[in-house]
């Protein structure tokens, strides 16, 4: 699984802490001259001029400094995370580290609270951010945010299919006109639409088109700041979306899917993403030749208001 969240390039003078992060470990250097702690990491101690220094692994516990919330995200691909709680933390040895805090509620943030380090593998190559916790939460200090663990988590955290389903029969007029709806069910399971599979979809569709291809160019000239899914592949990726409904429709010989009376794609789904999907049953009509049914399908970015796909399915039961 890929992401396109920029992540952070390890310098000959850095990659030591970040190395510390993928094992779990906080290691910062401390002044051997004159015991100053350094942050960030830099060849002489800002405080003696003296360049011996030694890295050390602390503890990482220390106090939030100040934070701000971001309502918009920062870039396309941190959608999924809203709002971001980022932070500025001081660390016990009297550092401080920006950062992000993670399993707080916005209502439970304080300045000046105690907190601990959180070890968050973003990249399926270890690659692991320093994240911030309240001391007192009872947290794993190691926590897997790749796209494909997160998916996987909400994979178990899923509603179990609807034990109960309402039985309607499709020739019933009534019943089935009592589907229609303006509520929408809940979500269905997540997946990821990461790099890999977009360029599979553009090998397959001929439309490599570099908007969704070329994560460097489309960084920087793309208007959503980074590639984004082709529409028509989130749209067909409703087939990997299993959304839990509280009725099923019974007694046809045949079912035909007639396509769409609507299909928009009103907002990107940048590479990285995770994506959702609900339905509302929108229609029902009695046709000579059976019960022709439209169905809202609504996909989103997972964290996301707005639609990245909206599908009014059209499907005839005969
Ligand atoms: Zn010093």
């Not at 943030?109 to 380090?117: L, S």
């Amino acid at each position: 699984m890929s992401t396109n969240k920029p992540l952070p390039t390890p310098t000959e003078i850095s990659a030591p802490f970040w190395n510390g992060l993928k094992e779990g470990r906080l290691t910062i250097p401390q002044c051997t001259s004159c015991g100053h702690w350094i942050f960030f990491p830099r060849r002489h101690c800002d405080k003696c001029w003296s360049q011996d220094l030694t890295w050390k692994t602390v503890k990482g516990t220390g106090t939030l400094y100040t934070y701000t919330l971001t309502r918009i995200p920062t870039l396309p691909d941190f959608a999924d995370e809203m709002p971001q709680k980022m932070a500025v933390v001081e660390l016990d040895e009297g550092v401080r580290i920006n950062t992000t805090l993670v399993g707080v509620d916005e209502a439970e943030i304080q300045v000046g609270m105690r907190v601990k380090p959180v070890f968050d593998t973003v990249k399926s190559d270890g690659t692991a951010l320093l994240r911030f916790t309240a001391a007192d939460k009872d947290m794993a200090e190691r926590i897997d945010s790749t796209p494909a663990a997160l998916a996987a988590a909400a994979e178990a955290a899923a509603a179990a299919p609807v034990a109960d389903k309402r039985q309607v029969r499709f020739d019933d007029e009534a019943a089935m006109k009592s589907l229609v709806s303006e509520t929408y069910s809940a979500w269905s399971n997540q997946i990821v639409v990461d790099q890999a599979l977009i360029d599979e979809f553009a090998k397959l569709s001929g439309d490599d088109y570099w908007i969704h291809t070329d994560p460097e160019r489309a960084r920087k000239q793309s208007p959503f700041g980074g590639t984004i899914a082709h529409g028509a592949l989130v749209q067909v990726l409703q087939s990997r979306l299993r959304i839990p409904l509280d009725y099923e429709v019974v007694g046809f010989n045949n079912m035909v899917n007639y396509g769409s009376d609507r299909l928009r794609f009103p907002a990107p789904v940048p590479a990285g993403s995770r994506i959702h999907a609900r339905t509302r049953v929108k229609a029902v009509e009695k046709l000579p030749k059976g019960m022709q049914l439209t169905m809202e399908i609504v996909t989103h970015v997972v964290g996301s208001e707005r639609p990245s796909v909206i599908n009014d399915l059209v499907i005839l039961y005969m």
